[in-house]
């Protein structure tokens, strides 16, 4: 076993188009997944704003509270480097580990984007 840089996930697309298909095909309904994904998208809104108030204001607790929800939501719609980047944030922060989470944050800032224009994407229907 070599030593693991948890600090750096394997890169992946930023959406893993299966698991969004899956969903679409689970609801059934191309409003409500419309809807659901909206939501997503609002909440990446959200996190993209706090991320950035949390690093101007070296705010730790903030930055672990982002890394968990982004953790959770992000993997659940297939954002898979988006949701592996929040867990490390949210262990990096917890632990006070400053410079690993400052840096989590903004790899974090990085990816909302591009996660955020391929689920687009997919609600439109184009890619």
Partial sequence: MGSE???QPRRTEPLEADVVEDIADAIGDARQLREIGSLFLDGLDRSREELERGLACRDLALLERVGHRLRGSSTTFGALTLGGLGER???????????????????????????????????????
């Fill in 5 to 7: 840089r948890r600090s």
């Fill in 89 to 127: 944030l949210e262990d990096a922060a917890g632990a006070g580990h400053e410079a690993l989470a400052y840096a989590l944050a903004r790899g974090l800032l990085r990816e909302i984007p591009l996660a955020a224009r391929e689920l687009h994407g997919h609600l439109l229907g184009v890619r």
